[in-house]
């Protein structure tokens, strides 16, 4: 009889009930049944992110229990539900070599921890292969459509406008300011104007800044503020928290919003990836040059003032799609943890910004020093030399920490990332994009080759 341990491990357990767990077990214990082992111990660790490198009790016990004998294989929904770390893998694989257990099985594959490929396979979860981005992607769409359909309150992100940050009681001072702006839409006022208004009046959004269009179109087309739960943009359910406008105010404010005659302002579509594109055949940075009738496409743009060769094209909504896509599965990847667990991340940026000004104050002594006769010129560009060195050194960590910043919550969390990407404004999407992103090189289009072609874009990781 192989007797076999099931682990699972829900990183972060905001909703306060346990699907993610239970759907893991699960799923763990039909493919043990597949596998004809007997489940003898079920290891839960809930509420724990590996990836922070806290003490899981369970993972601790289950080692255990592997170290004594109890145990002949280990099941889990997925290898990074074991391990987020490298460092912890290896531990775990010596662990299972000295006591001789060699089977590791996981919903998404079996891995055998005897053989040289096993072991590649348990260490590169994801790394190379898509199929870890898709079992991510699968995984969240999986609990997020179940918490959509029990009408559940999502999680994580700032507190909703009108709602208190339990996200469930109504904060009646701006659910009023909700109410009225809802009805003068519905009356015919338009976006913009509802927003200077609210600024003339003083009243801040939740971040504390002024209204924007696009926040004030963004809440009122929300099913949130009438009761009903949405999921990818569609309203599946009523929801647990009480609505502040009718769900019917919603379904005409999404007609009357969603209605592309009202769209005045078509030219100003932005461009997410506006600076990080550079032209395979000249090297120029591609700029925004939409279509004629308005297709959004970025273009090595030539003529007059602009230096580009005008030979590269690129369409901009697909492209965009793919390097979001790879920006996300590359913040999963462990080269891009290794890169980061060696960069001054939590460092505070005020030893490097201390840096700067001293060796500012030095250039500025050493100039009023030429000033006074009391160097030479020679002197005086010789001691500036190493001084401004270190100045540029310190203005690069002090760039790169900001860059990284960004990320901060998202490496390795990929999933969580993509379930909110759409809802980001294009400014964060841009940072984010670009902390891990130095440039696409883009290559020249295909003749008569009209659809997406993944292989004319070489992307050059910053990270
Ligand atoms: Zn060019």
Redesign the pocket.
Known sequence: MVRAAIYARISSDREGDQLGVRRQIEDCERLAEQKGWQVTERYVDDDVSAYSGRVRPAYRQMLADLRDGHLDAVTVWHVDRLHRQPKELEEFMELCDSVAVSRLASVSGVIDLSTHDGRFTARIPGAVSKKESDDKSRRATRKHQELAEAGKIAGGGTRPYGYESDKRTVRETEAAVIRECARQLLAGESLRSLCSDLEERGIPTVTGAAWKTQTLRRLLMSGRISGQREHHGELVAASEWPGIITPTETTRIRALLSDPSRRTNRSVRRYLLVRLLR?G??G?LLVSRPKEGGARRYA?ASGPGLS?????FVMAETLEEFVVEAVLHRLDSPELATTLSGAPIGEDGDAWQGEIESSQTQLDELAAMYGRREIGLTEWRAARAPIEQRVTDARKRLSRLTRTSVLDGHVGNAADLRARWATLPLSRQHAIVAAVLDHVVVGPGRRGLNRFDPSRFQPVWRL
Do not use: N
């Not at 580009?308 to 590269?312: A, L, M, V, Y």
């Open positions: 032209c055949q000249c120029e090595c580009g060769c005008g030979r590269t």
